[in-house]
């Protein structure tokens, strides 16, 4: 399985960004997927994550009702919109996925559940 992200940036606080992750490899639209993100000397951290249906989504309380994720089995891409951007969002973005279905509601927050991990994409929010 191959992941690749893309759509990273520089932009200001109050800005918006769209990160896509593209997949192959494998049937995509069997699987859930997730992002994650780490800044320059923390730990990686949960962002969001959708269920293979694309009917369940996840959010982290630090972007729940800023962050929207999608997917679009059609071309094998999950997305992550991220509106009103703040500073403290800068970081690297990773989209991630796991090998078997994730069928426990806290495991799309664990990152030991995903198994494939793309290259990551930085994402840099100026004040």
């Known amino acids: 399985v191959q992941l690749q992200a893309s759509g990273g940036g520089l932009v200001q606080a109050g800005g918006s960004l769209r990160l896509s992750c593209a997949a192959s490899?494998?049937?995509?639209?069997?699987?859930?997927m997730g992002w994650f993100r780490q800044a320059p000397g923390k730990e990686r951290e949960f962002v969001a994550a959708?269920?293979?249906?694309?009917?369940?989504?996840y959010y982290s309380d630090s972007v729940k009702g800023r962050f929207t994720i999608s997917r679009d089995g059609a071309k094998n891409t999950v997305y992550l919109q991220m509106n009103s951007l703040k500073p403290e969002d800068t970081a690297v973005y990773y989209c991630?996925?796991?090998?078997?279905?994730?069928?426990?509601?806290?495991?799309?927050?664990?990152?030991?559940?995903?198994?494939?991990w793309g290259q990551g994409t930085l994402v840099t929010v100026s004040s």
């Open positions: 490899g494998r049937t995509f639209s069997s699987y859930d």
């Open positions: 959708i269920s293979w249906s694309g009917g369940s989504t």
């Open positions: 991630a996925a796991p090998k078997a279905m994730l069928y426990s509601g806290s495991s799309y927050y664990r990152s030991a559940s995903y198994d494939y």
